[in-house]
């Protein structure tokens, strides 16, 4: 019988160093996207999927990012009492109640499949999802809620995957599928970060997972893979071969990867362009850029 995703993981644990100085005392996970942080797009799409528990592994020098979902009662009343209503709606959707939220501490740097282990006390036997903040996605319906729907169907393992040029696989976890032009497709095997001209395909595995409950059992002792860290691609391809199995997931939406400074310029010209009360000035200025030659 398959169980409903209710809850998620977000490994935040990262020094956020491509991002420097500005990272030096703000988590990046807190660093806006026109004016809301990275981690409330995550905490949003995750909402919308169905998520009721929201589990975050930090380190040392995140208190600002539990800060942010705290109350602020100060900031409420004076909201209320120059009645900016609107702004008020905005600031509740950012709190979260003390039973939805847990924080655990990962105390080394040993990779996203260490990270995601440090949570399994707080999974039992139940699927759960991963969320990667740094992986923002623009779509009509959220990544994580599409995958939802497609994993009632499959059980098991997902993974959300895209397609990436075959000079960029040696920087992802790459799937080896037997249908790479369905939608949903059933992975026969998974590799991270592969030497370059040894993919299995271009299909990339990218910061969305649904994972059976068997993904952390297989992560509980598993050594050092690519880089040296603990991978949770490998402890996913301990599952390919099960019943249920392990599925690629092509999602329909645009990926932005806000882990660099370019997509995370890439990603705030089109978020800013999207937006009704800004897309006009905005596009006035593009303009005007490409007209003096500087883009």
Known sequence: MKRNVTKAIFPVAGLGTRFLPATKSVPKEIMTLVDRPLIQYAIDEARAAGIKEFIFVTSRGKSALEDY?????????ELRKKKKLDLLEELKRTTMDSGQIAYIRQHRARGLGHAVACARRMIHNEPFAVILPDDVIAADKPCLAQMVEAYAETGGSMVAAMEVAPDRTSSYGIL???????????????????????????????????????????????????????????AIAGEVDSEEGVHGFRFEGQRYDCGSKAGFLQATVAFGLAREDLRDELRGFLADLSLTGQI
């Open 176 to 234: 080896d599928v037997a249908e790479s032009d369905q939608q949903t497709m059933r992975v026969k095997g998974m590799v991270e970060k592969p030497p370059s001209g040894t993919a299995p395909s271009n299909l990339a595995v990218i910061g969305r997972y649904i994972l059976s409950p068997k993904v952390m059992k297989n992560l509980t002792g598993l050594g050092a893979g690519a880089g040296g860290e603990i991978q949770l691609t490998d």
């Open 69 to 77: 979902f705290d109350d602020s009662p100060i900031l409420e009343q």
